[in-house]
Nanobody, 121 residues
Framework: QVHLVESGGGLVQAGGSLRLSCTAS????????MGWFRQAPGKQRDLVAQ???????GYADSVKGRFTISRDNEKNTVYLQMNSLKPEDTAVYYC???????????????WGQGTQVTVSS
């Protein structure tokens, strides 16, 4: 089992920045790809960004150039730096860990509790 604890959400004005963090504990052998999903009210949960154990990154088109994902393998922590935030970025953001090299479309088996990001116009 892997337990994920997120932090860093909040309320920010459009154009502002936030940094999300997610620290994993438990069975470290189950941690390969790490990433972030988000879910806005009435919408499906979508993959925003992911990073492999060797730091290969992938982003949804909607956040490319604005969000940066990184990880610290020694601390078992993944970060999401979000810049130039827009109201449409408002959602609950979920940390996700997969034991595959890349995060599966539906997400890996381990999820954080979610953190709310609200961007006001």
């Amino acid at each position: 089992q892997v337990h994920l604890v997120e932090s860093g959400g909040g309320l920010v004005q459009a154009g502002g920045s936030l940094r999300l963090s997610c620290t994993a504990s438990g069975n470290m052998f189950s941690i390969n790809a790490m990433g972030w999903f988000r879910q806005a009210p009435g919408k499906q949960r979508d993959l925003v960004a992911q990073i492999s154990r060797t730091a290969d990154q992938g982003y949804a088109d909607s956040v490319k150039g604005r969000f940066t994902i990184s990880r610290d393998n020694e601390k078992n922590t993944v970060y999401l730096q979000m810049n130039s935030l827009k109201p449409e970025d408002t959602a609950v953001y979920y940390c996700n860990v997969d034991d595959f090299t890349l995060i599966r479309p539906q997400g890996g088996p381990y999820w954080g509790q979610g953190t709310q990001v609200t961007v006001s116009s």
